[in-house]
């Protein structure tokens, strides 16, 4: 799962669009909440279904980075 949603916005971070930093936390971030509710697959196979919702859900956490990176560092609570 990890490296489905690295794979995904990787390009985001070579290009420069997002630091190193807001990379590996958008891919935490949703790495953790996709297994979640998958915590019992014993297979990434449900990617297949479900890929357009992880990968929407990976650049909401990009976008959020972003976000967070433009606020005072105060308040960087989450």
Same mark, same amino acid.
């Given at each position: 799962?990890?490296?489905?949603?690295?794979?995904?916005?990787? %390009? /985001?971070?070579? !290009?420069?669009?997002?630091?190193?930093?807001?990379?590996?936390?958008?891919? !935490?971030?949703?790495?953790?909440?996709?297994?979640?509710?998958?915590?019992?697959?014993?297979?990434?196979?449900? /990617?297949?279904? &479900?890929?357009?919702?992880?990968?929407? /859900?990976?650049?909401?956490?990009? &976008?959020?980075?972003?976000?967070?990176? !433009?606020? %005072?560092? !105060? /308040?960087?609570?989450?």
């Amino acid at each position: 799962v990890e490296a489905y949603i690295k794979e995904h916005i990787r %390009p /985001l971070c070579k !290009s420069g669009v997002i630091t190193v930093e807001q990379y590996r936390w958008a891919v !935490s971030k949703t790495t953790d909440k996709v297994m979640q509710y998958h915590c019992k697959a014993k297979s990434a196979d449900f /990617l297949i279904k &479900e890929g357009p919702k992880v990968r929407k /859900l990976a650049e909401q956490y990009v &976008e959020s980075a972003k976000q967070r990176c !433009s606020r %005072p560092s !105060s /308040l960087h609570g989450n």
